[in-house]
């Protein structure tokens, strides 16, 4: 079986980012989601690692600021620290996230207490994946609803997410760029 954490640093946007992530200078810092399952499905195909990723996200979460100024700060100095890569980095301080979210999507969004309760709210299980850097130079990950789900290829409406009604829509787009994945239909309402 390929490990997750080998085919996400096969990806060296991947090994660049969370080598640098400390550089940052943030708090509770993350690389998830996409970049790190979708290099793990890629390798179960056998296609690059790279292959169909459309963005980077970084999570954080710093409770001590929760203006949008200083996540902008912190964007910024994150530009400069990726430049030289060839990808779209989105990073965002999850601290903050329920000051905008009703008004962007459409739901309310409860204030997290940690990145790790943010990863554990993406629309699609599996998907809920996240690693950062520690200190002796190991990695940490985070997959708050286990790794089966991920390598069985199978996408399942996540119940802990507060906004459920983009999961179809989400899930095809997966499929679309993974066409061995599946999509659960369970019983739960997805518009709720």
């Not at 690059?48 to 954080?60: E, L, M, Q, S």
């Not at 309310?108 to 207490?113: E, H, I, L, N």
């Not at 998907?127 to 286990?146: F, K, V, W």
């Not at 997966?174 to 994945?181: E, H, S």
Request: proline residues 6%; charged residues 25%; negative net charge.
């Amino acid at each position: 079986m390929t490990d997750l954490v080998a085919a996400a640093l096969a990806n060296p946007i991947n090994r660049a980012i969370l080598t640098r992530l400390p550089m940052l200078g943030i708090p509770d810092a993350w690389l998830v989601a996409g970049s790190i399952y979708q290099s793990y499905w890629n390798a179960l195909g056998n296609r690059p690692p790279t292959a169909g990723i459309k963005d980077y996200d970084i999570f954080y979460c710093d409770t001590s600021d929760l203006t949008y100024e200083a996540e902008d700060a912190v964007v910024r100095r994150a530009s400069l620290v990726f430049a030289d890569l060839d990808a779209l980095i989105d990073i965002k301080n999850q601290a903050r996230v329920h000051l905008w979210y009703r008004d962007r999507f459409g739901a309310d969004w409860p204030p997290v207490t940690g990145a790790r309760d943010a990863i554990a709210r993406f629309q699609v299980r599996c998907t809920c994946i996240g690693l950062q850097p520690r200190a002796d130079g190991t990695l940490e990950l985070a997959a708050p609803y286990g790794l089966d789900e991920l390598t069985r290829g199978e996408l399942v409406a996540n119940a802990a997410c507060p906004n459920r009604a983009g999961f179809r829509a989400k899930a095809e787009s997966y499929r679309a760029r993974w066409p061995w994945l599946t999509i659960a239909e369970d019983m739960t309402d997805l518009t709720a």
